[in-house]
């Protein structure tokens, strides 16, 4: 596969930033809203940085074939 096949994959792949943006709107308390931009420099995931009042978080999303979840990251959600 070429770089430019692999780019053109990732682009079809890669999530919504809209709906990781409503993904943060849910999670933080609305007196704010928070900031969100991809982060390029992720190999394997798709990285976004949130800010929030005077915070940065980063939420990394694993994409894998069929929608299934692993069983590492299913616990991980369930105790979240």
């Known amino acids: 596969m070429t ?3 692999l780019e053109a994959n990732v682009q079809k792949d890669m999530p919504d930033i809209r709906v990781i943006e409503q993904l ?5 308390p609305r007196s704010y809203r928070p900031c969100v931009e991809r982060v ?5 995931t798709y990285v976004y940085r949130i800010y929030f009042a005077n915070e ?4 990394r999303i694993l994409l894998f074939p069929g929608g299934r979840v692993p069983r590492q990251q299913g616990l991980h959600l369930r105790a979240t």
């Open 3 to 5: 770089s430019k096949e």
């Open 40 to 44: 390029e420099e992720g190999v394997s």
């Open 24 to 28: 943060a709107t849910s999670l933080f």
């Open 56 to 59: 940065q978080f980063y939420l």
